[in-house]
């Protein structure tokens, strides 16, 4: 299905893959879930929701299999934060829907709910009670020139350009309605946590 903007224009989804994994010890999107790599599992859902996807990776050559866009980052080493400049330098639609490559539960609903409360936003980022979810969160093309602001100023928190541009946060009940397991923000770290979300029953994540 695609998914339209009310002025018509397609919708983009950015999957940042850019990380060092270090706690980890290797690239976290190819990690497995119940057998299907994180990134494949987080490909699948997408394409259900938008027509075009990209992943910003250091390392392009692993993803050409997915058949999604792949590219380096434009400004090297600004980590999560230049990746998002980089993938909204890239995107084709005014507005981006903006992933962690490391986030095996994404919810179609939750985030097709979330596209209707862009408005006149800047950003649309969920808060949890575990603070703000910037890797699961809508951008503007708009806030390029803030985040090459901060990017100037040698920061690299991606929380650091909020305050430039026009920010909506979406509350705990409001994500539980679409999203009751509150599963969505679940990432994966530590050779512990994966081996923990593989042993979870399938039902629990649905």
Not at 135 to 163: E, M, T, V
Request: charged content about 25%; some cysteine; proline content about 5%.
């Amino acid at each position: 299905m695609e998914t339209l903007k009310k002025n018509g224009s397609l919708e983009t989804a950015i999957i940042l893959s850019g990380g060092r994994s270090l706690r980890m010890g290797k690239n976290k999107a190819f990690l497995e879930i119940e057998g299907i790599p994180i990134i494949v599992r987080i490909c699948t859902t997408l394409t259900q929701i938008f027509p075009d996807i990209i992943v910003i990776a250091n390392e392009t050559e692993p993803y050409a299999r997915l058949g999604v866009k792949t590219y380096k980052d434009l400004i090297p080493d600004k980590g999560a934060l230049g990746g998002l400049y980089t993938g909204l330098s890239y995107s084709m639609s005014p507005h981006a829907f903006v992933v962690a490559s490391d986030m095996p539960y994404l919810n179609r609903r939750l985030i097709e709910w979330m596209l209707e409360t862009v408005e006149d936003y800047d950003v649309v980022v969920p808060r949890t009670k575990e603070g703000l979810e910037p890797l699961h969160a809508i951008y503007s093309k708009s806030c390029l020139k803030s985040i090459q602001s901060i990017l100037d100023q040698g920061k690299l928190r991606i929380l650091d350009f909020y305050p430039l541009v026009k920010v909506r946060t979406l509350n705990e009940a409001e994500l539980s309605s679409r999203d009751p397991a509150m599963v969505s923000f679940i990432n994966v770290n530590t050779p512990e946590e994966l081996s923990s979300l593989n042993k979870m029953k399938r039902a629990a994540v649905k």
